[in-house]
């Protein structure tokens, strides 16, 4: 079963990278038979996530709002550099915000390796606060982190709890550092992504704590994000690998640590 759920993730990336696959790619890359490929086509378009058509398979319009878990996470290796930068920030005790996002899951990971590693973390650990129930899995069974699940509507295309009632508890919670995952950064207008709930609820992280950090690789700088999460007035620093000269120059003014990594 869990080579099943590789196979089909991996044809899936596929599909989306490219536009669509045969059952004879899926054969020579997987190892697989023709009937396999062709169940596991036909599994993946029960599902609605791929068309089926003759001799293989093509992406369809709901593609592009799959799960985290089934995208293709652009940028990797520098979201995987950022993540164990930002992890490094995290002391003993901490109350730590994530919302949900690609950047944030990786900080997750780099969380959890990095408080079952330093022994400070055996005689304190830390809470992390989360809208995104894939953070919340992935952390569930590290004894050294409690984890706090905001309440809310959950969207299945993102894996994140939004509505009011995130908003609810996240008044009501005090945190020493958000890490905030977004989809594009407009020097002149503030954060971006791209639905109006989760801009909000993660308007309501930024609310409840002392210090906020933008996690984004340098691609949010050119990407267009079509809600508004905050101006730059809430954000401390930005984490990311490279910043050009103007938008450094425009971040810093408004008293913005940008940090590299």
């Known amino acids: 079963m869990a ?27 997987l190892g697989v038979s023709p009937a396999t ?28 709002d799959l799960p985290l878990r089934y995208r293709p996470v652009n940028q990797g ?22 919302n949900g996002g690609t950047t944030t899951t990786e900080v997750s990971r ?11 973390f055996q005689r304190q650990g830390i ?33 994140e709890v ?7 508890v996240l008044d009501n919670l005090a945190m020493s550092r958000v890490f905030l995952a977004v989809v594009s950064i407009d020097v ?6 791209d639905d109006l709930l989760e801009a909000e609820t993660n308007a309501d992280f930024l609310r409840s704590a002392q210090r906020v950090t933008v996690v984004a690789d340098s691609s949010k700088f050119s990407a267009l994000g079509t809600a508004r999460i905050c101006d730059f007035a809430p954000i401390d620093e930005i984490l990311t690998d490279s910043v050009e000269a103007h ?3 425009a971040l810093e003014s408004y008293g913005i640590e940008v940090l590299t990594a």
């Open 188 to 193: 002149n207008r503030g954060l971006f992504n």
């Open 3 to 29: 080579y099943q759920s590789f196979r089909l993730t991996k044809i899936l990336d596929l599909v989306l990278e490219n536009g669509s696959i045969q059952v004879e790619d899926i054969e020579t890359l």
């Open 37 to 64: 490929a062709r169940r596991d086509l036909d599994k993946l378009a029960s599902q609605q996530m791929i068309t089926r058509v003759r001799g293989g398979a093509v992406a369809n319009p709901l593609s592009g």
């Open 77 to 98: 290796r520098i979201k995987q550099r950022l993540a164990k930068a930002a992890a490094k920030m995290v002391k003993p005790g901490d109350v730590i915000g994530l």
């Open 247 to 249: 938008c450094l120059e």
């Open 162 to 168: 939004v509505g009011n009632m995130s908003g609810l």
């Open 127 to 159: 809470t992390v606060v989360t809208n995104a129930i894939n953070i919340a899995n992935e952390l569930a069974l590290r004894p050294q982190i409690k984890v706090i699940v905001v309440g809310g509507t959950l969207r299945p295309c993102s894996y």
């Open 110 to 120: 780099e969380l959890a390796l990095r408080v079952a590693k330093d022994s400070a």
